[in-house]
T-cell receptor
């Protein structure tokens, strides 16, 4: 299947700083990428959907000015957590889908980034 | 919008027994229903999926059934093994032919298979 990578795999930052997480589709063109947040022992909560070259669509309750998403190319999307606070500590997972991924249906997930804000 | 309910939240079975996890969805426009297995700290892995034009799909020990009228779908694992222990998530979404729309996930079922 198609491969999605994320970087970094984990990050610790101080409260008030910003953190950028990268999501790359390695062997397919991800026309759409999704960003999820997963708190311990909870489900994946969709934060936003981004289509290459367009502004991201955010889910209700997700602050677009705090979670900046850029999807400038068909293989890269970034999530920047601005002015991070301890409550932003979570597991952030991206996924990608596209017509060239080998499957028209499946979302391919990255390995996740564990963010800890101290 | 779509709402996905998943039951049970935890499930414990003996090795060799069957396990069934059920999900309901609310949006009749949803036409794609994947199931994911997630081990602790790792990414969700697709284990099986079904489209709305199919009532049942099977892959070795795993099967999924879909009842569009009742808006529910179920995951069936037979001959469970300890390595099946994980959290399982159902999801519902819309596939537009060439692209995948949003997936809304259930809250997950923690399956424990006791040897």
């Amino acid at each position: 299947g198609a491969v999605v990578s994320q970087h970094p795999s984990w990050v610790i930052c101080k409260s008030g700083t910003s953190v950028k997480i990268e999501c790359r589709s390695l062997d397919f063109q991800a026309t759409t990428m999704f960003w999820y947040r997963q708190f311990p022992k909870q489900s994946l909560m969709l934060m936003a959907t981004s289509n290459e070259g367009s502004k991201a669509t955010y889910e209700q309750g997700v602050e677009k000015d705090k979670f900046l998403i850029n999807h400038a190319s068909l293989t890269l999307s970034t999530l920047t957590v601005t002015s991070a606070h301890p409550e932003d500590s979570s597991f952030y997972i991206c996924s990608g889908t596209g017509a060239t991924s080998g499957s028209l249906n499946e979302q391919y997930f990255g390995p996740g980034t564990r963010l800890t804000v101290t | 919008g779509e709402n996905v309910e998943q039951h049970p939240s935890t499930l414990s079975v003996q090795e060799g027994d069957s396990a069934v996890i059920k999900c309901t969805y609310s949006d009749s426009a949803s036409n794609y229903f994947p199931w994911y297995k997630q081990e602790l700290g790792k990414r969700p892995q697709l284990i099986i999926d079904i489209r709305s034009n199919v009532g049942e799909k099977k892959d070795q020990r795993i099967a999924v059934t879909l009842n569009k009228t009742a808006k529910h779908f179920s995951l069936h694992i037979t001959e469970t093994q300890p390595e099946d222990s994980a959290v399982y998530f159902c999801a519902a979404g819309v596939n537009y032919g060439g692209s995948q729309g949003n997936l809304i996930f259930g809250k997950g079922t923690k399956l424990s298979v006791k040897p």
